[in-house]
């Protein structure tokens, strides 16, 4: 199974693999959005959408269907 | 030296920039429109060491050189046209010593230019309570500019940014990096083809328009055709050109940028957990916006009422102190009226910004748009969509403005078409006043009866935008890529001058603004009421005063007259036994007869004012559009005041005031001459609970307002919107007040 953003549980952690070119807005990219860098779940709104992750210090909402298309290794279970 | 260095300031969203350039410029700052488009433009000056002026230019936040959104494109377009008589002799970029990494994407951009360049780290306060230290000398060195270090919240920092602004001529044009490794072959291409222009500013006009397209044609006449390349080639080429800058930015800030891990974090996923909570995070907001209203209806009716009882005496004192005529009754009636009528708005806007502006320099907006974005989608609106609602509360212009954030053009549009509906601000004099005379005093849980009805004047008008929103997102086929990233800001606590700037500016352009277009309506409106064509107009006094021999007053002035006498002669009958005022009965028959004939002599006044103002142009126009409005309760006075408000809700109160007042020595505030207008076929108040509540309603959902129309037109680039907008709100009303009207009545 593909683990991607969508899959967090808040407060865990995980790696952005490669993704294939072209599937991300840019802007998700400049605001640091790139493979190996470290995406953590930190918030999920009341309606389960958007959710709201910090990547490599920048923190941004996206809506889950976006984050579904980010894919990743799940690298620690928070405590939380 | 008369010259002026040309300065743009650039950086990401919430850098502070906007901090930085009220702290470079003061107040000596002018904010308008660029061309054609709606996007602000802010401009300033600021004195630089040794005698030299800068002139500040502060440009939309941005992410990057690659366009996304108007905003974006109004940066890169005026950073690749070198004619441009904005075009920049120094570029200041502004980044956030938290988000650095991010930050500098954008430099590394810019740099790349060949702009000379000054890198401004803002909030350096914050370094020690997150942990970060910089080496700037190594930063220096690596990114080849020079570095300001600042705080604006402390005012640290801002001497060396003009230093180096002075110095520009001493700064490195040379590139950071080498972008055209990402597609050795295209590039070679390309310079055979354009073996004069520089690569990198070549590639960034060819991309321009991948992500988005400009309503404007781009004015950079570089043959845009040599995309040999696919989009989504392109597109894919912009990826590896981000990924290579975030390559040597990474490689840089390895050594020069540390932080202590430990000591981040605390405060901010406190806040973020409690203000998005499921349940605290709506209750605080609907706290905030209770708050607001409050605000709105209680704080600020101090200051009105100051405002109301000056303009009152004023014009009292106009017409007591210059020769009575024409010109005295213009200034009195007129202008001064019209002035009283723009002014006494301004407690109330001022308000609506404070807090608006507290909302947003805190960081707190983003996170209502973060709670609201999946309760918005269904209606077609994004979380976007939730600031230009509320700040429609204020204006619809600047809302409509706000709109530019949203990068989906049919959650564009639908916002667009359906901000007029929220309570704006020339709504609520309308709405205090009608809310005054037919809603009654009395508490309910500790909250006014009358605070109860606005605020429900506001949901319906929340109510109404999300049921057309969701309507308009049924039928329109716009087929539109959905995508939404929003960054989440730290929590900041608002700096005191930025919010005060903002209430300035926000308070000065709409007295500037609409106040022109009120003052201009209040003349006409004295004018036409005023003034008359007939003889009936012309011979009014004897008219009147035959009438009134024949038949006597009408009823209203005869039992006022009564009443009056009667409480008057119970109070002299008093001062008969009182030991200090002692008077005796030939006394007090006196001063009942003088009395009596001061209260008739003032009713044939009224009368004839009234009978005048009937037959003046107004009363003309005004009656040729009653049979329009008696369905909904009103008479031909408040149909003037309806027409005219079509240029602009607010002028309603103050139309009713040179309407009343127009050739009356009363000086009565309005309300309490609204209140006591009579309806001469029922006897009763013509303000009552029915075309009250109709009135309301009426304003809720009308369309009234030019200004609007006009922003409308300019964003959406037709006719065809605001045309569709003016007609099916205004009818909505229509059909809804008449509804209330005939139930209620």
Known sequence: ?80 | MSKQIKVALIGNPNTGKTSVFNQLTGLKQKVGNYPGITVEKKEGVCKLPRGVKAHILDLPGTYSLNTTSLDESVVVELLLNKNDKDFPDVAVVISDVENLKRNLLLFTQIKDLKIPVILVINMADRMSRTGISLDIELLEEKLDTKIALVSTRKGTGIDRIKELIADYKNLSIAPNVDTTVIAPEYFEKLKATFPKEDLYKLWLVITQDVNFMPIEKNPINITASFATKSKSELKRLQQKETILRYQFINGILKQAYKVDINAAKGLRATLDKVLTHKIFGYLIFFVILLTIFQAIYDWSSYPMDFIDESFASASEWVKDTLPPGVFTNLIAEGILAGIGGIVIFIPQIAFLFLFIALLEESGYMSRVVFLMDKLMRPFGLSGKSVVPLISGTACAIPAIMATRTIENWKERLITILVTPFTTCSARLPVYLIIIALVIPEGRFLGLSYQALTLMLLYLMGFGAAILSAMILNKIMKIKSKTFFVMEMPNYKLPLVKNVVYTVWEKTKSFVLGAGKIILAISIILWFLGSNGFSDDFENAEAIVTENIKNEGFSDFNKSNIQSTMASYKLALQDSLNSEVYALDQAAINDSLRIKEMALNEKAINQEIASYKLENSYMGYMGKAIEPVVRPLGYDWKIGIAVLTSFAAREVFVGTLATIYSVGSDEEDTIKNRMAAEMDPKTKKPLFNLASGISLLLFYAFAMQCMSTLAIVKRETNTWKWPTAQLVFMSLFAYIVALIAYQILK
């Open chain 1, 1 to 80: 199974m593909i683990t991607t953003v969508a899959h967090l549980r808040r407060g865990q952690k995980g790696i952005i693999k490669e993704f294939a070119d072209g599937i991300l807005p840019i802007k998700l990219l400049e605001l640091g959005c790139l493979p190996g860098n470290e995406i953590e779940l930190v918030q999920v709104a009341p309606l389960k959408d958007p959710i709201y992750i910090n990547v490599n210090g920048t923190h941004i909402a996206i809506r889950r269907s976006m984050a579904a298309l980010i894919e990743l290794e799940i690298i620690e279970d928070s405590p939380l």
